[in-house]
């Protein structure tokens, strides 16, 4: 079975810190995504990776910066975090088809 | 940029009643896919329809594609206390995938 795995459950950092935020998949997978879920908003894409050293924007990207070193390693980064940012942020990795998604991190920003 | 709209935002329904949730892009779609999240879970894929007018079933779930590949509906007959959760569509425009912003599905027992 696949697994994506992401660092914290929950998270409360302070307004201006900076927040990383890490997905791990044990499948191999080429394409990992990044995205936020907000109630009445459904997942937003903010970023994803194609490949190692490879990222693209999604639909949200500002306020966000993402780092692949490692093909199973995907990380988001928020430089300094806000207020505003505070949301349900879910890591996924795919094959070719469908999406597999890590349990989420919950994170709060003071 | 592109859209994928879902409706209802939220449906309540006594057990056994059927449930229908509806997807509409204003653009031609390469696929649609299906996830459900079950409160407090994370989104599980479902299903991808792929051809114009497919329709499959899984179980109870009957999932439609339309002919111009523009929509797409979920439809869950009878529906049962385990049905619980957000069920989202996902557009494929190429590579890319956009998210509706899901159907809350509540079933009274």
């Known amino acids: 079975d696949v697994k994506v795995t992401q660092s914290s459950r929950y998270l409360v950092k302070r307004t201006g810190e900076k927040v990383f935020l890490e997905c791990v998949q044990d499948m191999d997978h080429e394409n990992m995504f990044w995205y936020r879920q907000d109630p009445g908003l459904g997942l937003r894409l903010i970023y994803f990776?194609?490949?190692?050293?490879?990222?693209e924007k999604g639909d949200i990207p500002e306020g966000y910066s993402v780092s692949r070193e490692k093909k199973e390693r995907f990380s988001l980064i928020l430089e300094s975090a806000s207020t505003n940012q505070t949301s349900m942020y879910l890591c996924?990795?795919?094959?070719?088809?469908?999406?597999?998604f890590g349990p989420g991190t919950r994170l709060t920003v003071l | 940029g592109q859209q994928v709209m879902q409706i209802p935002q939220y449906q309540h329904v006594q057990e056994g009643e059927d449930f229908t949730t509806y997807c509409n892009s204003s653009?031609?779609?390469?696929?649609i896919q299906w996830y459900k999240q079950r409160p407090g879970g994370h989104p599980v894929f479902l299903i991808q329809?792929?051809?114009?007018?497919e329709v499959k079933k899984q179980k109870r779930l009957t999932f439609q594609f339309g002919e111009a590949k523009k929509n797409s509906s979920l439809h869950i007959t009878a529906t049962q206390t385990t049905d619980v959760g957000t069920y989202f569509c996902?557009?494929?425009?190429?590579?890319?995938?956009?998210f509706g912003a899901g159907t809350i599905l509540r079933v009274k027992s």
């Open positions: 329809l792929v051809k114009s007018g």
């Open positions: 653009t031609t779609l390469s696929n």
């Open positions: 996924a990795s795919s094959r070719p088809k469908e999406q597999f």
């Open positions: 996902a557009g494929g425009y190429g590579n890319k995938l956009v």
């Open positions: 990776s194609y490949d190692v050293k490879m990222k």
